[in-house]
């Protein structure tokens, strides 16, 4: 019987004879059992390996027409949503969870779905705010727990984080995705220990896992332990597709180990992947300082301070790079005052600028004694 339907229904040769035929419960019991798989849980949909592909657009749009007769319905759009979600088309998923949200608030499955869709579009405290809801509401599923947890991690909150991921793992230890995450937090407390243990055991179970690579990379670099660093970089490289942030932590372990050629190798390496990656630039400004190159110094700041306007020390760097090397005291100075436009209380950017301001005017009087005749020349031309 199943199949026939389901053969029937996607032939789409007579869909309006089925609306008009079957019932509203019917019809929702009925896309449920075809959209679903072998399980038939209609909430298997969110596993994107029982959506074959060949289904999806037929899936969306038996889903589409049953929206058109039942408007009313939010089911409807909360299983188009999932399909929407799966297919990584988070717009159109964003709109059909709160359509669903919008017909019944009361449903914390939507709410869970709903931060699903968030997070993937990086909203990260609009979707906690969403799992706290489905929480609220009665959402007892283990997953809202990986999600709760995630979503306070990357709202900055530890401890929450923490809690969370532990009670997930505790049940289902071989999560990869939490596995990384617990990693992180570890290592956001400094404790290097487990960290490491946590994110190697990532990629124990996913060799090609680049966002373990790139914490155990910066973990080993801010231990002051390049050459540890350098060899999850090589393995990284070997295993990993080409990524931004691999090329960028593999430059500044090169950085540490003091190979400044090979470094720059890698930051270009870098921006030819993504020429947004202010940190190559800043990395390479300094560089270059070292190599007296204060021209191309001067370019690198630049541009990493127009990709990102809140580097630390780096219109101070800048500013000093004008005033020492350079030697041009109105870029200096016109420097630190767009310093202190972005760190208002930085108290070294503001006294760089009184000292600016201190040079311009001696120099500005020094110039004046040049040119200004003296007094005896004045009494011998009388």
Known sequence: MKLIFKNYIFSFFDKNLIFNFLSKKNLLFLILLTSCGTSGNPDDLVNPSLVKESDYSKQVEFLTEAIKDYPDEPHYYYLRSKLYYEADRNSQ?????????NFDRNQPKYYFLLSQILLKKGENKAALQAAEKAKLLGFNELYLDKQLGVCHYLAGDKDAAMKYLQIFNNVMPDEIEVLYYLGAVYADYDDSLNACRYLDEVLVKNKSNSEAY??????????RNPYRANQYAK?????????????????????????????AVWYNKTLALDARQWEAYYRMAINSMRKEEF?????????????????????????????????NLNEAKATYEKGVEV????????????????????????????????????????
């Open 343 to 382: 760190f208002p209380t930085d108290s070294t950017l503001i006294k760089s600028i009184w000292r600016a301001k201190w040079k311009l005017k001696k120099k500005a009087e020094e110039w004046i004694n040049a040119h200004q005749p003296s007094q005896q020349n004045t009494e011998s031309t009388q």
């Open 93 to 101: 998923a964003l709109r059909d969870a709160n359509a669903a949200i």
């Open 295 to 327: 021209r191309a110094a001067e370019s690198y700041y630049k541009t990493a301070l127009q990709i990102k306007k809140d580097i630390p020390n780096g219109y101070l760097q800048l500013g000093v790079l004008y005033e020492y090397r350079l030697e």
């Open 214 to 223: 790139v914490r155990l990379i910066g973990l080993h670099n801010s231990r």
């Open 235 to 263: 393995e990284a490289l070997q295993y990993c597709p080409p990524k931004p942030a691999i090329y960028l932590q593999t430059a500044r372990t090169l950085d540490m180990m003091r190979r400044y050629d090979s470094a």
